[in-house]
């Protein structure tokens, strides 16, 4: 089965502080990519930030920036200068050319900021 | 630009009815994914949709289909449901199909089951 696993059901940073949330999935695909998504309580998925496989590259996004270890199958998400506004249920997906347009989402991780 | 439109946004059913849910893509996008969003389970794929025809379908009962017209806009149905049906439904749009479009979220459909 190919999973994604975001293993911090919870996470809380200090406003301007920086944080970083984890994520790891499983697939023995090669062609794939990888996303993380916000979700605030106004339940809008938001794209935050996104990541092909094929690319070593670690991409960046403003105050968000990915840590890509292809190898370890680990994508974990990086927020600098937290601000308030940033809190949010955070999931962690990706996508498989072969699949087409299923996308396979982790838990989530919800990230309080605290002011 | 509008963004994906997703009516009605909360919905009370009773168990053994059927709903239907709608979906508006943002203008010029063709592909439409549908999505089950439960605590329990997380974000499930349901299906997608690209003009017109089903491209994919995730794991679930024939109970739940879905149907795309040809300005874009999705249909979900759900018949005889059930209280597990309980759910948020998360519709996504993108301009085409393939995995480097990115896929832009409606704001979903809350469905509770009595």
């Known amino acids: 089965a190919q999973t994604v696993t975001q293993s911090q059901p919870e996470m809380s940073v200090q406003e301007a502080e920086t944080v970083t949330l984890s994520c790891t999935y499983d697939?023995?695909?090669?062609?794939?990519?990888l996303f993380w998504y916000k979700q605030p309580p106004s339940r809008q998925m938001i794209l935050v930030i996104r990541?092909?496989?094929?690319?070593?590259q670690n991409a960046t996004e403003n105050r968000f920036s990915v840590n890509f270890q292809k190898a370890a199958k680990s994508f974990s998400l990086k927020i600098s200068d937290s601000q308030l506004g940033d809190a949010a249920m955070y999931f962690c997906?990706?996508?498989?050319?072969?699949?087409?347009?299923?996308?396979?989402f982790g838990a989530g991780t919800r990230l309080t900021v605290k002011p | 630009k509008a963004g994906v439109t997703q009516t009605p946004r909360y919905l009370i059913k009773t168990r053994g009815q059927q709903v239907t849910l709608s979906c508006s893509p943002i203008?010029?996008?063709?592909?439409v994914s549908w999505y089950q969003q439960t605590p329990g389970q997380g974000l499930q794929f349901l299906f997608e949709?690209?003009?017109?025809?089903?491209?994919n379908k995730g794991n679930f009962p024939g109970r739940f289909s879905g149907r795309q017209f040809s300005n874009s806009r999705s249909e979900m149905n759900v018949s005889t449901l059930e209280l597990g049906d309980s759910a948020l439904y998360l519709c996504?749009?993108?301009?085409?199909?393939?995995?480097?479009?990115?896929?832009?979220f409606g704001d979903g459909t809350r469905l509770s089951i009595l």
């Open positions: 990541q092909e496989a094929y690319k070593q």
């Open positions: 996504a749009s993108s301009v085409g199909t393939g995995v480097i479009q990115p896929q832009h």
């Open positions: 203008s010029g996008h063709r592909s």
């Open positions: 949709y690209f003009s017109e025809t089903q491209r």
């Open positions: 997906a990706y996508r498989i050319s072969s699949l087409g347009e299923d996308m396979r």
């Open positions: 697939t023995s695909e090669s062609d794939y990519y």
